[in-house]
C-alpha cells in the first residue's frame, strides 16, 4: 500500500516562500510519475507541477518562474519550492503518485498566503 505523506505547508506573506515535502512509503522510483496539485476553496482541484520517472520537469504556466518541483530518490520525497507567493496561491496542496496499479494521493497541506 503506497502512502504519500506532504508537509510544509504555512501560513505565509505574499512575497514569501516555502518548500513542500512529499515523503512516499516506498522507492520514488516505481512511479511513473509523481504530481502536485492544489485545491482553493469553491475551485476544482488542479494540477501544478509533474516530475517523471527519468527526472523531466513540468509546471504549469500560472506558476511558472516561481514554483519548482524536484525530488530526493535518496529520501523518497518529491518537493515543491514555491517563491515570491501570490494570495491566489491560497489552497490545499496534494501529491499524487502513478504507477501501474493505480494513482495514489496524499492527504494535503494548508497553504495559506495572507496579502
Known amino acids: 500500500q503506497v502512502q504519500l505523506v506532504e508537509s510544509g505547508g504555512g501560513l505565509v506573506q505574499a512575497g514569501g516562500s516555502l518548500r513542500l515535502s512529499c515523503a512516499a512509503s516506498g522507492s520514488i522510483f516505481s512511479f511513473n510519475a509523481m504530481h502536485w496539485y492544489r485545491q482553493a476553496p469553491g475551485n476544482e482541484r488542479e494540477r501544478v507541477a509533474t516530475?517523471?520517472?527519468?527526472?523531466?520537469?513540468n509546471v504549469r504556466n500560472f506558476v511558472k518562474g516561481r514554483f519548482t518541483i524536484s525530488r530526493d530518490t535518496a529520501k523518497n520525497t518529491m518537493y515543491l519550492q514555491m517563491n515570491s507567493l501570490k494570495s491566489e496561491d491560497t489552497a490545499v496542496y496534494y501529491c499524487?503518485?502513478?504507477?501501474?496499479?493505480?494513482?495514489?494521493w496524499g492527504q494535503g497541506t494548508q497553504v495559506t498566503v495572507s496579502s
Open positions: 499524487k503518485a502513478v504507477d501501474g496499479l493505480g494513482n495514489y
Open positions: 516530475i517523471t520517472s527519468d527526472g523531466s520537469t
